[in-house]
């Protein structure tokens, strides 16, 4: 049995149906969500937003509606990452209490079906969340999860990166981009950056040794040949990217596209994995969420050797706004929304 609280309601972005942020969302009022025994309930002051949260915002692909609801989805909350203060614990959780200040998801690989993170408060498991180091703020923690992790996996567990390794990081500048150029370079590999002119500066002040301004050079018409591919952006067909792997080389397609439709980019991922039951090394990092994950990603802050890039905060109340920066495709860093005022 849950330590439960009362279940007064709380404020909440929710989501009315599909489409553009600044119509389909507005603030309003829900229930405050229930605790089960292994799960913490959290007074928000920081989330972000992710693809996932535009995916489902905008309902594009059009598929997805076949899971999360024709017409509107069936859960009305977005957001996954989460920074706050312990507010109830369940009677199986020991190791928070209230008043912690923690940080983490409640992502689940079900994206849709729980309330989410653009809320007064929200519910997450027990062991997806971490203690905040006192180093980061907010605003950084909660910035960190979804990118962090998955630039994480991605460079550590996937493509196993490390010296001697040289790894191309197209959409180098975006959320999962900055982590994982930092993080190849503190693994020890030589890293090349494809981003646009006005980020360049920001992709070299990341440690990267190379990088390509798209705007002027394709990089998948170069002579360079790479050990690992993480290919962010998804915007040339898989195979051409391919051609750049060395004979043992990687690729990771990490990105579903930004075009409409039914399908939108799902296509490029799929040929990427019937490619990968050929001769090219295809794989996919797998977003975890575990407190062994979230301590290295916080160790790798704390130490100085990896930061975290905001492209800007919004208020709650702002949280159509932040969306709509996201489905821009054009976020430097990472895009957060604060704690309602």
């Given at each position: 049995?849950?330590?439960?609280?009362t279940?007064?309601?709380?404020?909440?972005?929710?989501?009315?149906?599909?489409?553009?942020?600044?119509?389909?969302?507005?603030?309003?009022?829900?229930?405050?969500?229930?605790?089960?025994?292994?799960?913490?309930?959290?007074r928000?002051?920081?989330?972000?937003?992710?693809?996932?949260?535009?995916i489902?915002?905008t309902?594009?692909?059009y598929?997805?509606?076949?899971?999360?609801?024709?017409?509107?989805?069936?859960?009305?909350?977005?957001?996954?990452?989460?920074?706050?203060?312990?507010?109830?614990?369940?009677?199986?959780?020991?190791?928070?209490?209230l008043?912690?200040e923690?940080?983490?998801?409640?992502?689940?690989?079900?994206?849709?079906k729980?309330a989410?993170?653009y809320?007064?408060?929200?519910?997450?498991?027990?062991?997806?969340?971490?203690?905040?180091p006192?180093?980061?703020?907010?605003?950084?923690?909660?910035?960190s999860v979804?990118s962090?992790?998955?630039?994480?996996?991605?460079?550590?567990?996937?493509?196993g990166?490390?010296?001697?390794?040289?790894?191309v990081?197209?959409?180098?500048?975006?959320?999962v981009?900055?982590?994982?150029?930092?993080?190849?370079?503190?693994?020890?590999?030589?890293?090349?950056g494809v981003?646009?002119t006005?980020?360049?500066?920001?992709?070299?002040?990341?440690?990267?040794?190379?990088?390509?301004?798209?705007?002027?050079?394709?990089?998948t018409?170069?002579?360079?040949?790479?050990?690992?591919?993480?290919?962010?952006?998804?915007?040339h067909?898989?195979?051409?990217?391919?051609?750049?792997?060395?004979?043992?080389?990687l690729?990771?397609p990490?990105?579903?596209?930004?075009?409409?439709?039914?399908?939108?980019?799902?296509?490029?991922?799929?040929r990427?994995?019937?490619?990968g039951?050929g001769?090219?090394?295809v794989?996919?990092?797998?977003?975890?969420?575990?407190r062994?994950?979230?301590?290295?990603?916080?160790?790798?802050?704390?130490s100085?050797?990896?930061?975290?890039?905001i492209?800007?905060?919004?208020?709650?109340?702002?949280?159509?706004?932040?969306v709509?920066?996201?489905?821009?495709?054009?976020?430097?860093?990472?895009?957060?929304?604060?704690?309602?005022?």
């Amino acid at each position: 049995m849950a330590i439960t609280t009362t279940s007064p309601t709380m404020s909440a972005i929710v989501q009315d149906g599909y489409g553009p942020p600044e119509r389909v969302l507005r603030r309003g009022r829900i229930d405050r969500p229930s605790v089960a025994d292994h799960e913490v309930l959290i007074r928000v002051r920081a989330t972000s937003v992710n693809t996932p949260d535009w995916i489902a915002v905008t309902g594009i692909p059009y598929i997805i509606r076949l899971k999360f609801g024709l017409r509107r989805p069936s859960q009305p909350v977005r957001g996954s990452d989460v920074a706050g203060v312990v507010a109830a614990v369940g009677r199986e959780v020991t190791d928070l209490e209230l008043g912690d200040e923690v940080f983490g998801s409640l992502w689940d690989g079900d994206a849709g079906k729980r309330a989410g993170t653009y809320a007064e408060f929200t519910v997450a498991p027990a062991a997806q969340l971490s203690k905040k180091p006192d180093a980061l703020s907010f605003e950084e923690a909660a910035a960190s999860v979804m990118s962090g992790l998955t630039a994480l996996t991605a460079m550590r567990e996937v493509g196993g990166v490390g010296p001697g390794k040289h790894v191309v990081i197209n959409g180098a500048s975006g959320g999962v981009g900055t982590f994982a150029v930092q993080i190849a370079k503190v693994l020890g590999a030589e890293v090349t950056g494809v981003c646009s002119t006005r980020n360049v500066e920001l992709v070299k002040s990341l440690g990267a040794d190379h990088v390509i301004d798209y705007t002027q050079q394709d990089f998948t018409h170069g002579s360079e040949r790479y050990d690992v591919i993480l290919d962010n952006v998804m915007n040339h067909p898989p195979s051409e990217t391919a051609r750049l792997l060395t004979s043992n080389g990687l690729l990771i397609p990490n990105s579903v596209g930004n075009q409409g439709g039914w399908f939108a980019g799902l296509p490029r991922m799929a040929r990427a994995a019937i490619m990968g039951r050929g001769s090219t090394d295809v794989r996919f990092a797998k977003y975890v969420v575990n407190r062994e994950n979230l301590d290295d990603l916080a160790a790798l802050v704390e130490s100085g050797d990896v930061r975290v890039v905001i492209d800007k905060v919004y208020s709650f109340d702002d949280t159509a706004s932040a969306v709509a920066h996201m489905l821009g495709h054009h976020a430097r860093g990472n895009i957060v929304v604060g704690a309602q005022d």
